[in-house]
């Protein structure tokens, strides 16, 4: 009995671990926020819906900037963000809605929301040096290619087709 108790344990603490869209409660930011690995389905539930969906569908993708000819050579990419951040709140819807985009549907992406003091128990900001939120971090070929931070130099779409033009030779 002691045996099933203590793999009922183990098991619970994996799924929890694992669990996307998880939400607590930010004393620095006094408010709730999504803590660790989340999705879509996440920024889409509860509190963060409004400011979500309000800058998703307020958002023109601007797709006369993405050219055909070239090929999405992106093996992921990784966006670190704060749901308490003013620049996620700009920034992630819109990013969402251009990879929702045709153009980037192969495109694997995972999220990752930190707390105030921009730590989460899923991944470590140091090991991925990031200072500001939010950071969109490309890979190609496993190895980190660029990053947008905070804001794009000009828009979203032009930062990352400025990517793409540089890397259809490497």
Not at 151 to 168: G, H, K, T, Y
Request: charged fraction near 25%; aromatic fraction near 18%.
């Amino acid at each position: 009995m002691k045996t099933f108790f203590f793999m009922t344990a183990i098991l619970a603490s994996f799924l929890t671990y694992g669990q996307l869209n998880q939400t607590m409660y930010d004393e620095s930011k006094e408010q709730e926020i999504l803590i660790g690995e989340c999705d879509i389905d996440g920024f889409a539930s509860g509190e963060f819906a409004g400011w979500f969906f309000e800058e998703y569908e307020n958002y023109e993708v601007a797709d006369i900037h993405f050219n055909p000819n070239y090929t999405i050579p992106f093996d992921s990419v990784y966006v670190f963000l704060g749901t308490w951040c003013s620049d996620t709140r700009r920034e992630l819807p819109r990013f969402c809605k251009i990879m929702d985009h045709e153009y980037f549907k192969v495109t694997k992406v995972r999220y990752f929301a930190f707390d105030g003091n921009k730590h989460n128990d899923v991944i470590d900001t140091d090991e991925y040096y990031v200072q500001f939120l939010p950071t969109f971090v490309f890979y190609y070929k496993g190895n980190e290619l660029c990053r947008i931070v905070e804001a794009p130099r000009e828009s979203l779409e032009e930062d990352i087709m400025d990517l793409l033009m540089r890397v259809q030779d490497l």
